[in-house]
């Protein structure tokens, strides 16, 4: 019962930088969410999919790039690091979108210095 | 109007107590209401939603109060356990709002003291 699975768990980049947070899933889901968590703010979705080749904005998209070639892939690309992107990810996945369980991976902590 | 507005930021509560989190959203158009627990290290899970055609919702020691009028709905944990001590988020979305996007508050850190 793997569920949503990201990696790494743990990375510091250097301002600049750039890297791919990876998401996978197994649960066949239709839906594929980035968010990212900072202290006291929530979670502020980054990007989203309803399926294979689709993808759209979020609330916060600035500095990241998505896509969703399988079902069950969906890796969060940072180009050109800066220490704003400082930051818990998490990457979730639902089977309908609306009104039902959203499952989250147990996020990737990621440190621009 | 996409907020949603979450209270206290932080709360302890004693062993066997009752654990009150509130939330408030301005878009009309929302229509589901969940809450997510989340443990240190652990992404969030869904603990209980709600959708507007109902004013209360039970599972075990854990109810959603909402208030449609009031646009205000709350999380209560009735007899607090130490094990429940995690961050609780609110959350809200819209039907029309495709690919469920989930609107979420900005988290309440409760400890429940033994």
């Known amino acids: ?113 | 109007q996409q907020q949603v507005k979450q209270s206290p930021q932080s709360l302890i509560v004693q062993k066997g107590g009752i654990s009150i989190i509130n939330c408030a959203y301005e878009n009309t158009a929302f229509d589901y209401f969940p809450w997510y627990q989340q443990f240190p290290g652990k992404g969030p899970a869904l603990l209980i939603a709600i959708r507007p055609d109902v004013s209360e919702k039970k599972e075990g020691r854990f109810t959603i109060s909402f208030n449609k009028s009031a646009k205000q709905f709350s999380l209560h944990i009735m007899d607090s356990q130490p094990g429940d001590s995690a961050t609780y988020f609110c959350a809200a979305s819209a039907t029309y709002n495709q690919g469920g996007k989930l609107i979420f508050g900005q988290g309440t850190e409760l400890s429940v003291k033994p």
Not at chain 1, 11 to 35: E, F, P, V
């Open chain 1, 1 to 113: 019962n793997a569920g949503v699975t990201q990696t790494p768990k743990f990375r510091i980049l250097k301002i600049g930088q750039s890297m791919t947070l990876q998401c996978a899933q197994d649960m066949n889901h239709n839906y594929m969410y980035w968010y990212r968590q900072d202290p006291g703010m929530g979670l502020k979705l980054i990007y989203y999919s309803v399926g294979a080749g689709i993808t759209d904005k979020g609330e916060v998209p600035n500095g990241y790039n998505v896509s969703r070639s399988t079902t069950e892939d969906f890796p969060l690309r940072l180009e050109l690091a800066a220490p704003s992107q400082t930051s818990v990810y998490f990457c979730a996945s639902s089977s309908q979108g609306v009104s039902t369980e959203a499952f989250f991976g147990q996020g990737t902590r990621l440190t621009v210095v």
